[in-house]
């Protein structure tokens, strides 16, 4: 099984930025396969990994994920052979939709029919990898646009058709979509004992493209620490699951509160999202099950966690992402050299 880390998040602004760089660093001395950089309202997702790019040698370099809708899909295609380019071929591609409140918010786009639009987007940027000209009459992007003076381009750029792109999605026609058009799947809200929640779509899509679940890269993931007062990690991870499934999208719109109610955790998932609403933070936290934190993450004893991680292996999870949970940077590489060692 191969292994990933995360720098960034949704707010990150470059806090500790040459901590970051140097947990980067020794995460690939430590061998880790993918590094990958998140973008919502902080930092982008680019910069950081161009500035990676040039600290690094082999790690593989991702946005996880870049917004579509932030980005027009030629740019998106020229940014990644750039990148492509700067790193010496290990930049790979990670698209997502976002949600409601950034898109139309943050944006000023409109949310409206994001499969529709993500697929259109993804096909754009294939025509563009593959050294094609860009044009594309679709029902969300038409290139080039009706009525003026442009015409169809092609990229300077040498082609990159193998540059691989990872999908993160979660809603079972998104799965399909996936599967039908991407390499590789960002997971999140992933509970191996109700995997097929998302792979029995994900199959249908790769089905539909002449492929298998050998073809796809599955990449989830989840927080690590080991030690024995396991009620305590439990504990200091039900905030972050209050705010998954309360506040990581609208009312109305939460992908990762649908997941779990798939998963079957219907009864948790809309009450903590109410709590949540009705700013009753403390309260939302703890009515997280415990279950629930168990299932997705990797806390406990060493055998606990040989157990999850057999779990998410038997799951066909090919790349783990390790997030762990430290308090200063020295305690998070030794943190993460000892999860790696959990693996071998």
């Known amino acids: 099984m191969e292994t990933a880390i995360g720098v960034g998040s949704a707010y990150y602004n470059g806090e500790n930025w040459d901590q970051l760089v140097d947990y980067t660093v020794q995460a690939e001395k430590l061998g880790v396969d993918y590094v990958w ?21 082999k790690i593989k370099l991702g946005t996880g994920i870049m917004q579509i809708t932030s980005r027009v899909p030629p740019m998106i295609a020229m940014t990644s052979q750039s990148l492509r380019t700067v790193s010496n071929g290990r930049f790979v591609l990670g698209l997502g939709v976002s949600g409601p409140q950034v898109v139309e918010g943050l944006h000023g786009a409109a949310f ?7 697929r259109e ?3 754009i940027i294939k025509l563009g990898l593959r050294g094609e000209k860009l044009q594309y009459d679709g029902k969300h992007y038409v290139l080039p646009r009706p009525g003026g003076e442009g015409k169809p381009i092609r990229l300077s750029q040498p082609p990159e058709p193998d540059l691989p792109i990872y999908l993160a999605t979660l809603g079972p026609k998104s799965m399909a979509l996936t599967g039908e058009l ?3 799947w960002l997971g999140t809200s992933f509970i191996p004992e109700s995997a097929d ?3 029995a779509p994900l199959k249908k899509g790769l089905e539909k493209s002449g492929r298998t679940m050998a073809d796809i890269d599955i990449q989830v993931g989840g927080n690590f620490e080991i030690g024995d007062d396991v009620e305590r990690m439990i504990e200091a991870r039900k905030p972050g699951m209050a705010f998954q499934l309360g506040a990581m999208g609208s009312a109305k719109t939460n992908f ?6 798939r998963a079957g955790y219907e009864d948790a998932a809309i009450e903590v999202q109410k709590l949540w609403i009705a700013r009753k933070r403390d309260e939302a936290a703890r009515r997280v099950p415990d279950e629930m934190i168990l299932k997705t993450s990797f806390i406990g004893t ?5 157990e999850r991680l057999k779990a998410y292996e038997e799951a066909s999870v090919k790349t783990l992402r390790i997030s762990t949970t430290s308090s200063d940077h020295t305690s998070q590489i030794d943190a993460l ?3 790696l060692e959990l693996l071998t």
Request: aromatic share 12%; with cysteine.
């Open 37 to 57: 950089s998140a973008e919502a309202w902080g930092m982008d997702a680019i910069v950081p990994l161009a500035y990676l790019a040039a600290k690094t040698e």
């Open 112 to 118: 409206a029919h994001p499969l529709g639009r993500l």
């Open 121 to 123: 987007c993804v096909q």
């Open 182 to 184: 991407a390499d590789g």
């Open 197 to 199: 929640v998302f792979f």
């Open 256 to 261: 990762y509160n649908d997941a779990f109610i």
């Open 302 to 306: 060493r055998d606990m966690i040989k």
């Open 337 to 339: 050299a000892e999860v």
